[in-house]
């Protein structure tokens, strides 16, 4: 296939007045991200032509040789500049991530929420008790796009959850994540710093998190991609570790007896979240390993 010029500086005369194809484009793309060192590249050209032609990747395939228009490879073309040359997430140039199956609506101002925290939920989901018993009380403290509520609350509908966040711009993307999937009423949202979000004496029988844990001294060896993300997001002080340690020493005044605390943290920081929670008075340490085999998730209990 003849290559049209670079998507980033426009189409020439020759390119525009060819009608390009689905399959042609996304080959073109795909090649195009891939010198750019975009490791996902082909799937990120689906997901952008998908976007600019108001379709599914699903759909794509189906198309693969429907000419595309000049309106709609305009659209495309800047969508693959912005990935390209800026190195936007895919996530925030469509304005959208599936968690859990659920579609949230993301920005740059929540963490774009990662496979990784979908083993946080599925390892939160064995410490509730069980569903049919007692109505669960959850907290999810550092919610960004509210996905960890979400899941949970889309999993338990007997659950009481509440979310947090220190940023009120964040708050306002998982409230507007809550209203479009029918589950606002179910989560009550509250801005602060950690545990002072929340009204004294609250009680709960889960609290999760998946708190900024990213080592700032290390921003320099991180992919362009976070630099989209709000830095509150990603970094804290103590090599990364401080926020997670903030947790884990105050969990147990807010946890029923038998609570359980979840955490979620990079690879190399399992021994130190153990740590901390056996420092905070919490027992029953356990580790799980995210799909790609590394230990991502640290929980414990509050004694009976
Ligand atoms: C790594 S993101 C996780 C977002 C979401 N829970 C997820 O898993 O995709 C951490 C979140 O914690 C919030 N955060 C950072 N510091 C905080 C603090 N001191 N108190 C409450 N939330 C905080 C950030 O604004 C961000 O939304």
């Known amino acids: 296939m003849s290559r049209p010029v670079p998507a980033a500086s426009g189409p020439s005369a020759a390119s525009c007045s060819r009608s390009w194809t689905v399959l042609e484009l996304l080959r073109w793309t795909a090649g195009h991200f891939a010198e750019r060192g975009i490791e996902t590249a082909r799937l990120d050209a689906e997901c952008l032509l998908a976007h600019a032609l108001g379709s599914s990747r699903l759909r794509l395939y189906l198309d693969f040789e429907m000419p595309v228009n000049d309106a709609e490879r305009a659209a495309f073309r800047e969508l ?10 895919v996530s925030q140039l469509v304005g959208r991530r599936e968690f859990w199956s659920l579609p949230l609506r993301v920005t740059r101002d929540v963490l774009t929420p990662r496979p990784e925290t979908e083993t946080l939920v599925t390892a939160a989901l064995a410490l509730l008790p069980a569903a049919g018993t007692a109505a669960p009380r959850i907290l999810d403290l550092g919610t960004g796009s509210g996905a960890i509520a979400l899941a949970l609350a889309r999993e338990r509908p007997d659950a009481t959850i509440v979310a947090t966040d220190l940023s009120e711009e964040a708050l306002r993307i998982a409230q507007q994540n809550a209203e479009e999937l029918g589950m606002a009423k179910r989560i009550q949202f509250a801005a602060g710093d950690g545990f002072e979000a929340l009204a004294a004496g609250s009680r709960f029988d889960l609290i999760a998190s998946n708190p900024p844990y990213l080592d700032p001294a290390r921003r320099g060896e ?26 884990a020493a105050r969990a147990a005044d807010w946890l029923e007896a038998g609570g359980a605390l979840i955490l979620e943290h990079a690879p190399d920081q399992g021994d130190d979240v153990a740590e901390a929670c056996r420092a905070g008075g919490l027992a029953q340490i356990g580790a799980h390993r995210d799909l790609g085999g590394r230990s991502r998730v640290t929980t414990a209990r509050r004694s009976p």
């Open 222 to 247: 991180l992919p362009p991609e976070l630099a989209h993300e709000p830095e509150l997001a990603l970094f804290a002080d103590e090599s990364g570790l401080g926020m997670l340690r903030r947790i």
């Open 80 to 89: 693959v500049r912005r990935r390209a040359t800026l190195r936007i997430p």
